[in-house]
């Protein structure tokens, strides 16, 4: 049996890398949605739902809204969300000692997707390359690597963290390695580093899935090149660098059509082929692809015109393989996932706060279930 498991993951990661290395055509390998709420229930005072109470603080998918995406919206890509400080607890620290309980949640939710359902899950977690304090997220917590801070976490702990956690899903090729959510307002430099030190844990193991690398200002395409934080270098300065031996690491990119780029207006301003413009170039000249695994935007006119636009976008420019929507998740109930409270979660069969049909209906099936086209299908 390990001998097969592994025999497919080697040769599905080398049809992986010849599509990556693709240079013409149609390359969106991955369509599909954010399942999130593994990261919920820890806002307020630190420590405070940690390890939190699974159905109940935080879960990870529902089955049946996964049958919903893939057996109706023939989807096959999912970014499955966790919190690290969870998955790791803080009083052991950062690296390979897990909480057994919730990893074997997430995997459950893995499994379904992947060997259920057959699909690709895009590991994430949701942690902006921070640890020991989501009380705050996006800003609380120790950067990783920060020598400065007596409390942060290493980079070797991060290593040692991706190592033991691709050595669990080394035999799955259905899974997808995201390294961290959104890293912002730290030295462009060590999320390199970070970066690096997850690429080389992973592929340690003899993990030969495909890997996405995230890279300053909340990973944002628009500011690819441009100077983020205070006074960040751009990532298009350092992302360049990275390696992976066997070649199959894309850079991993989020984009919002709002005013500000964070997603929570309730009108687009921002399209996507001006903004992804600078970032497409740097892509091309460096031969690398990237994913756009988080977006979104509202109901709004201006939205459902650009939204459509963005997709058709990564579709004509062959670096980008894959997308993913902002969000659905199993406990988002009313809550606004993105872009105003008209919207509520892409979730099949939820409402908005005004109690009316929620951004599945209004933002997915409206504008972009036309715009799958998935590479080889």
């Given at each position: ?22 240079s ?26 940690l ?14 809204t ?117 890293p ?54 350092w ?81 980008y ?19 105003g ?17 929620d ?19």
């Open positions: 049996m390990f001998l097969t498991q592994r025999l497919r993951v080697v040769v599905q990661s080398a049809l992986a890398v010849a599509l990556i290395a693709a013409a055509g149609a390359t969106i390998l991955y369509a599909g949605v954010n399942e999130s709420g593994g990261e919920f229930g820890v806002f307020g005072t630190p420590g405070t739902g390890p939190g109470e699974f159905g109940v603080q935080y879960a990870f998918i529902n089955e049946d996964v049958d919903t995406w893939v057996d109706t919206n023939q989807i096959n890509f999912f970014r499955v969300t966790f919190l690290m400080e969870r998955m790791c607890p803080i009083a052991t620290g950062l690296g390979s000692t897990f909480n057994e309980t919730y990893f074997s949640e997430f995997e459950a939710a893995i499994n379904y997707i992947t060997v259920t359902k057959g699909k690709y899950a895009l590991i994430d977690p949701h942690n902006y390359m921070r640890y020991n304090d989501p009380s705050d997220q996006p800003n609380s917590g120790s950067i990783i690597g920060d020598t400065t801070d007596p409390n942060a976490a290493t980079t070797a702990q991060f290593q040692t963290f991706w190592t033991e956690l691709a050595n669990r899903f080394v035999n799955n090729p259905n899974v997808v390695f995201g390294i961290n959510n959104e912002h307002d730290m030295a462009t430099s060590l999320i390199l580093q970070n970066d690096q030190a997850a690429i080389n844990g992973i592929r340690s193991t003899g993990a030969q899935q495909l890997i996405l690398a995230p890279g300053n200002g909340f990973t944002g395409g628009h500011s690819w090149t441009q100077v983020t934080g205070e006074n960040d270098d751009p990532s298009s300065d992302l360049n660098q990275i390696v992976d031996p066997l070649n199959n690491t894309a850079i991993d990119i989020h984009e919002y059509l709002d005013s500000d780029f964070s997603g929570s207006h309730d009108t687009c301003t921002q399209p996507a082929d001006t903004n992804l413009a600078a970032l497409t170039t740097w892509l091309q000249e460096n031969n690398l692809k990237a994913v756009v695994s988080e977006f979104g935007g509202s109901n709004d006119p201006t939205c459902l015109e650009l939204l459509p636009q963005m997709i058709q976008y990564l579709t004509a420019n062959d670096v393989i894959g997308w993913s929507a902002w969000a659905a998740g199993p406990i988002w109930g009313t809550a606004s996932a993105c872009c409270t008209t919207v509520g979660s892409l979730e099949p069969g939820g409402i908005n706060l005004e109690g009316t049909a951004g599945y209906t209004t933002v997915w099936q409206a504008v972009i279930q036309d715009q799958i086209i998935l590479a080889g299908k």
